[in-house]
């Protein structure tokens, strides 16, 4: 029972913190690259649009340029694009060829590009097989100054899911670092491979692999301006079953079968480049050992969560886990029950304004401003407050209370930035925001009256 409780406090103290610091933030975003939910925070506004600079990265990678371009024998790189190349040839060499970008032609032939899953036969794998091998088919060549190119057997399609998201979000990460100051901090998290920067004490949750919540805990004490990545490689997000038997998007470059093995692997390194490719390898490896005795040389922490559900880490993760738990279904009965209690106190506490809640709140007026005019709103210390009107792009700031915002003008989504906060939220979402409100109006009716507001 002691250990359960002491668990399930980690476990609240994370989510807690994790709320808090997310409510600290002057910038967020989220928005889908590399079919995966991105999210940004960052406790300054970044001088440049971070989704359109993943998405030029996520172009030159995707999939459907490289299946476009596999009867061609040479291609030519742009100098980024031959970084990429360069770097997967070495990470091709440091794992011994467990992470090859070369299995393109077996992610189509198993269906994973198409969704159409199948099991191939074994003449078709073998027949797969002579396109995938970096080092004996792929060669890179250096054409001109800021020119280079790769060649190639003809028939070879590249796969970089495992390097070109990490290489993208790394040159995110140093393009964000320009606009950083001493004191800022920001996060990069792309469906589970995260960056975090600046001085903080971070906790970074590593998925449950078969069941819902988190397996474990990982804490950095980050200096000014430091950075840590972390990725990991399942095969719980993408798979499919045939005859009882799973199959995972990860393959094996010397069979060409998915890898059977462990259900996921997390990697801890200096950058998410580093990071995604090792993730991707070590599980291709299939082996704690083997992987052990690779992480320990390159002087990488990993994570390692068995195909028993057990969870094994090296010595350069082991200073950063806590909490290696999985908790089963008696656990989070004792969870949600503790959770519950735990929120009836914490409400009644808010409530009669023990930590700043409506109990000490003072009255507060809501003001919107357009270039047209301007209207004042007194707000209760208690209600729901709604918004009403032809609403362009709304900023606002106030505290302690539920708002609900309706547009005409714009019906798929609402742009908001309120105190340290900015986020997109779906049309009529009900969202926390911090006693002074000021809305600002952008692109709406030349009559102030369009815009209302009501408090119930």
Not at 137 to 166: C, N, P, T, Y
Not at 247 to 265: A, K, L, N, Q, W
Request: glycine share 10%.
């Amino acid at each position: 029972m002691g250990t359960r409780l002491s668990n399930f406090i980690l476990l609240f103290c994370f989510f807690i913190s994790t709320y808090v610091f997310a409510q600290s933030l002057k910038y967020r975003e989220s928005f889908v690259l590399w079919d995966t939910f991105i999210k940004v925070g960052a406790s300054f506004k970044p001088a440049f649009d971070v989704e359109s600079f993943l998405k030029k990265w996520e172009n030159e990678f995707s999939p459907e340029k490289f299946k476009a371009l596999a009867a061609t024998k040479e291609i030519l790189l742009s100098t980024s694009e031959a970084r990429v190349f360069k770097e997967a040839g070495g990470f091709v060499d440091l794992t011994n060829g467990y992470f090859d970008p070369t299995v393109g032609v077996l992610s189509q032939l198993w269906g994973f590009w198409s969704g159409n899953y199948r099991v191939p036969s074994a003449h078709e794998i073998k027949k797969a097989l002579s396109f995938v091998g970096w080092r004996k088919l792929v060669k890179i060549e250096r054409v001109s100054s800021g020119l280079w190119k790769v060649v190639k057997k003809r028939g070879v399609i590249f796969d970089f899911g495992g390097i070109a998201k990490g290489a993208g979000i790394d040159m995110l990460v140093d393009k964000l670092k320009e606009d950083m100051r001493s004191y800022d901090v920001f996060f990069v998290d792309a469906g589970g491979d995260v960056v975090i920067c600046g001085k903080k004490l971070w906790r970074v949750g590593i998925k449950n692999p078969r069941g819902k919540g988190i397996a474990g805990v990982l804490e950095f004490d980050l200096s000014e301006k430091e950075c840590v990545a972390i990725a990991t490689s399942g095969d719980y997000e993408r798979y499919f079953e045939k005859d009882g038997k799973r199959y995972c998007h990860i393959f094996d470059p010397r069979t060409g079968y998915p890898v059977i093995g462990p259900e996921s692997v997390t990697v801890i390194a200096k950058n998410l480049t580093k990071a995604d490719a090792l993730a991707t390898a070590f599980f291709a490896m299939a082996s704690w050992e083997v992987v052990k005795r690779v992480a320990d040389k390159l002087k990488v922490g990993v994570v390692w969560i068995g195909s028993d559900g057990k969870m094994i880490e090296n010595n350069f993760a082991k200073p950063y886990l806590k909490g290696v738990k999985f908790y089963t279904s008696k656990d989070w009965i004792l969870i949600v029950i503790l959770a519950v209690f735990l929120s009836v106190v914490l409400f009644l506490s808010w409530k009669a304004g023990k930590f700043g809640g409506v109990g000490k709140m003072k009255p507060s007026r809501a003001v919107i401003l357009t270039p047209y005019g301007k209207k004042v709103f007194e707000l209760p210390r208690e209600g729901k407050v709604v918004i009403k009107g032809k609403l362009g792009d709304v900023k606002l700031k106030f505290d302690g209370y539920r708002v609900r915002v309706i547009s005409s003008s714009c019906p798929d989504k609402i742009c908001m930035k309120h105190g340290w906060l900015e986020d997109v939220f779906p049309r009529d979402s009900i969202i926390c925001v911090p006693n002074e409100v000021e809305i600002r109006l952008e692109g709406v009716g030349k009559d102030i009256n369009d815009v209302d507001l009501v408090v119930r």
